[in-house]
């Protein structure tokens, strides 16, 4: 496998951990922010970004996370989004000149890092394996080379479609509709391995597979219970929820094995006056340390807690709602009261007491909303820790009603869109029969792979050709070295991207690079001067995109235009109008008004400031599940402490300056970590437990389900505030030690938060 990790300057620097005692956002990130602009020599052009951005249907939508826009902010932005834009705006450029320049053997020898620092791709490229080069190709050869390949192909099942969560709802459409008339529904996406156990819990408790709130809701709850989510890095808008909640005098708690700075105060920048005046805010009222996969015992400790109360005084539980709107309640409630305070405690990490304050709150709220992340997400009963949630939510009737429900919270700017337009390898018999009418094709009802299956395929050599659309597919997915030599078997390649990442260096006998315009840059054809594109936030907005600056490249084609190309190479008789597609997007939007719930009348609803909001039934108590009723789970508590005494629970996690598998220094402020990344934080006990110094190097070895083991030799010990029995390090480094068989059999997920490994002195 070629290397991977680390990051250029600085890479020699000499290490350090301090814990870092000031607010959130405030002053470090706006430093944080002028340093990059100055990186990439975007200054002048990364204010002027700031100001456009997340701001009217006149400009674009932050490329980073999926948090929804406040149309009551003026300048609704983030550190992260603008180093994400900067990043993207730089100057500097991966042209033909470049890859003349260097073998894809010595670009495998760098650092991820270096790699994507050389800049914007500019033109389409394919791999020459005569000269082991990436050399221009035209888009038409492009094209016709993708054509080919799949007309090779016994069957459109041996393709497989992979999407990263930053592709648009009208190029998500476009994706799902060719490779459905191509005849397959292999379409392994991010949500595989981050939020697939939420859709699937939301699904079978309320009917829906996404969170019922918006950012009304958070305004008006009483209590926020905010798990496995660290704010301040993946979501950091939030912040401004977290604080306007605190200072209006709600209940904010936080529940995450780290204590994280977003769970500590903020001053966020664009509160001039607090900034003036360095006063922060508080951004929870407690936070709670539960050990990796502890979030079900502590809310199943919540219900106990509350059902004890409801003993004395009934109108603790909404009887009216559980008798009217759910199905189950009986059973659960048996469950919680046979399930014991000494199981909860030693499940949890918590000790009784912590929950019953816990539960307090949860009591004396009229309106509570609970918001979760990848820290619940990532785990082996992901599924019912996550209807754990709303099993508590349902016993006080919160959820359809204003100030209260569900609420995860979804990491890339337009994963959630992904699954809405379509991007599913288990899509709807309703979905299907939508978009054969629309376009007169029959689509396949087999199901397709997700991503684990896709891996498993491509070593199995089940999948000759990949495509992706955007993402670094060989970082993000477990087990890094099987995936990389999965992809070297197949016949053809296809990276749509605007940067160079591992990924394009990991390829096929045949491979494509297809340089891609970025969110900020200006999408013009000869029909629309300005077109948008749409993308879906975390509480199911859907708004106008319009980028503005002029691409990086004039060889540059926009996500829609390239998949109507390679459509149209594919499927030549497809009587769809590929090319209509590609010169005006309201015909695209035309049509998913037509397939897509909610999305009737979308070219004049997007149109409106803010956007519109897709229909959420359970919000309004129309759940459409079998029962026609919320549905209680009755699930076992899970035993999540490792059987073996010398094994931690890992957790992978993002540094504070990366974004997904983008790395932009070696550091993590918030964490007050420096110029390291191959490292693993544990508690102090634990490593003096096993003869082991801060800064000591240690090999790291997990064991899968399968038996196979895997190791990271020589990564430096971090003494850190972590649960006893508990470690975490940082992603994608650390996804070479799991296996693609050490995923959970409820969400397929991939476990990335639950690695058990033994770490000892190296030799």
């Not at 990532?378 to 099993?391: G, K, L, P, T, Y």
């Not at 009603?401 to 699954?419: D, I, Y």
């Not at 070895?701 to 508990?726: C, E, H």
Request: net charge negative; charged share 25%; glycine share 8%.
């Amino acid at each position: 496998m070629p290397r991977q990790g680390g990051y250029g300057p600085g890479t020699e620097k000499k290490f350090s951990q301090k814990d870092y005692h000031h607010a959130a956002a405030a002053y470090g990130a706006s430093f944080s922010v002028a340093k990059v602009m100055l990186q990439q020599r975007q200054l002048f052009k990364g204010s002027q970004a700031v100001v456009q951005m997340n701001h009217d249907i006149k400009h674009y939508d932050c490329p980073g996370c999926a948090w929804p826009d406040d149309q009551k902010v003026q300048m609704d932005i983030c550190e992260n989004g603008i180093k994400h834009v900067t990043w993207e705006m730089t100057h500097k450029r991966a042209d033909r000149h470049f890859f003349a320049a260097h073998t894809v053997s010595e670009l495998s020898e760098w650092n991820d890092y270096d790699l994507e620092n050389v800049g914007r791709l500019t033109e389409p490229m394919s791999y020459d394996p005569a000269t082991d080069k990436y050399v221009p190709i035209s888009w038409k050869d492009a094209f016709a080379l993708f054509g080919e390949e799949m007309s090779k192909l016994s069957s459109a099942n041996k393709a497989s479609f992979y999407t990263s969560g930053r592709l648009s709802n009208e190029a998500t459409f476009v994706y799902q509709l060719m490779g459905r008339e191509m005849g397959t529904n292999n379409f392994p996406d991010c949500s595989n391995m981050c939020h697939e156990a939420s859709g699937r819990a939301l699904t079978a408790s309320v009917g829906t597979g996404k969170g019922t709130c918006d950012l009304d809701d958070w305004e008006e709850a009483d209590a926020l219970f905010v798990l496995g989510v660290n704010a301040a890095s993946n979501a950091p808008r939030m912040l401004t929820s977290l604080a306007q909640a605190v200072r209006r005098g709600a209940e904010v708690i936080h529940v995450n094995t780290l204590h994280e700075v977003g769970a500590t105060k903020t001053i966020v920048p664009h509160e001039i006056a607090r900034m003036a005046t360095f006063q922060a805010t508080d951004t929870a009222t407690a936070s709670l340390q539960v050990r990796p996969g502890g979030d079900m015992a502590l809310m199943r400790g919540m219900a106990k807690a509350t059902l004890e109360a409801a003993d004395f005084d009934p109108s603790i539980l909404d009887s009216e709602f559980i008798e009217s709107h759910t199905s189950g309640f009986e059973e659960y409630r048996a469950l919680v009261e046979n399930t014991s305070w000494d199981e909860l405690i030693r499940q949890s990490g918590l000790d009784e007491a912590t929950i019953r304050r816990a539960a307090k709150v949860y009591i004396n709220s009229e309106k509570t909303v609970i918001s979760w992340c990848l820290g619940v997400s990532q785990h082996e009963h992901a599924v019912d820790q996550i209807r754990e949630i709303v099993n508590l939510l349902l016993l006080r009737g919160n959820i359809g009603r204003p100030g209260a429900g569900p609420s995860p919270v979804r990491g890339h700017s337009n994963v959630q869109g992904n699954r809405t337009c379509g991007v599913n390898h288990k899509p709807t018999e309703e979905f299907l029969s939508a978009l054969d009418a629309e376009f007169g094709i029959i689509s396949p009802r087999e199901h397709g792979l997700d991503t684990v299956r896709t891996v498993e395929a491509l070593n199995d050599g089940e999948v000759k050709v990949f495509l992706s659309m955007g993402g670094n597919f060989v970082l993000a997915t477990p087990d890094t070295h099987y995936t990389a030599e999965g992809l070297a078997k197949t016949e053809l390649t296809v990276q749509v991207s605007t940067k160079l990442n591992r990924s394009h260096l990991v390829h096929g006998k045949k491979a494509l690079i297809l340089p891609c315009l970025g969110r900020t840059e200006r999408d013009s054809s000869e029909v629309v001067e300005h077109q948008g594109v749409t993308v879906e936030d975390a509480m199911s907005m859907v708004h106008l995109s319009v980028g503005k600056k002029d691409p990086a490249s004039e060889h540059l084609m926009s996500e829609p235009a390239i998949l109507a190309g390679l459509a149209r190479a594919a499927l030549p008789d497809s009587s769809t109008d590929w090319e209509g597609f590609a010169a005006n997007y309201d015909t695209i939007r035309d049509s998913m008004s037509r397939v897509l719930p909610g999305f009737e009348g979308m070219n004049e609803l997007i149109r409106q400031p803010g956007g519109f909001r897709i229909p959420q039934p359970a919000r309004e108590r129309d759940f459409r599940t079998p029962s026609g009723k919320a549905e209680f789970s009755s699930a076992v508590l899970p035993d999540v402490i490792p059987a073996e005494a010398d094994t931690l629970v890992l957790q992978t996690m993002r540094s504070h300056d990366q974004w997904n598998t983008t790395i932009y220094s070696n550091s993590d402020r918030y964490r007050g970590v420096k110029n390291i990344r191959e490292m693993i934080m544990f508690n102090p006990e634990d490593m003096q437990a096993r003869g082991i110094s801060e800064g000591d190097p240690v090999d790291i070895t997990s064991t899968a389900k399968d038996g196979t083991q895997r190791m990271l030799r020589r990564y430096r010990a971090i003494g850190y505030n972590t649960p006893v029995g508990s470690a975490a390090g940082y992603m994608p480094e650390m996804n070479a030690l799991l296996s693609v068989t050490d995923f959970s059999p409820q969400s397929d997920q991939p476990l990335m938060k639950s690695i058990q490994v033994k770490v000892v002195p190296s030799a």
